[in-house]
């Protein structure tokens, strides 16, 4: 079953901005540890950003003060809103399920996902 669903990547110029957003199926009373990867051809994916549940974020140097990660707890979803935008950003976005906690018995929760990816253009 899908678990994970990305969208929001297009093309835009440098310096643009773009909201990539993940949701994550299962009870909205699942809460999870989440982060966003980028893959550009040729090379390996990379760690972009990643969320706790309880709001602790972590970047990549290279989107520091650019990429801002979020989540709405209520809609199972994260967020990469990403600013000034750089050629060098463009890639294929994968957002993952880290760890999945589940307070609540016998509720239905994702785990260990991966995304199809959303692919992101950013134009010199």
């Known amino acids: 079953q899908v678990q994970l669903v990305e969208s929001g990547g297009g093309t835009v110029q440098a310096g643009g901005s773009l909201r990539l957003s993940c949701a994550a199926s299962?009870?909205?009373?699942?809460?999870?540890?989440m982060s966003w990867y980028r893959q550009a051809p040729g090379k390996e994916r990379e760690f972009v950003s990643s969320i706790k549940y309880y709001g602790t974020t972590n970047y990549v140097d290279s989107v520091k003060g650019r990429f801002t990660i979020s989540q709405d707890n209520a809609k199972n979803t994260v967020y990469l809103q990403m600013n000034s935008l750089k050629p060098e950003d463009t890639a294929m976005y994968y957002c993952?399920?880290?760890?999945?906690?589940?307070?609540?018995?016998?509720?239905?929760?994702?785990?260990?996902?991966w995304g199809q990816g959303t692919q992101v253009t950013v134009s010199s």
């Open positions: 299962g009870h909205t009373d699942c809460r999870y540890d």
């Open positions: 993952k399920i880290d760890q999945t906690w589940v307070f609540t018995a016998g509720i239905k929760c994702a785990y260990n996902s």
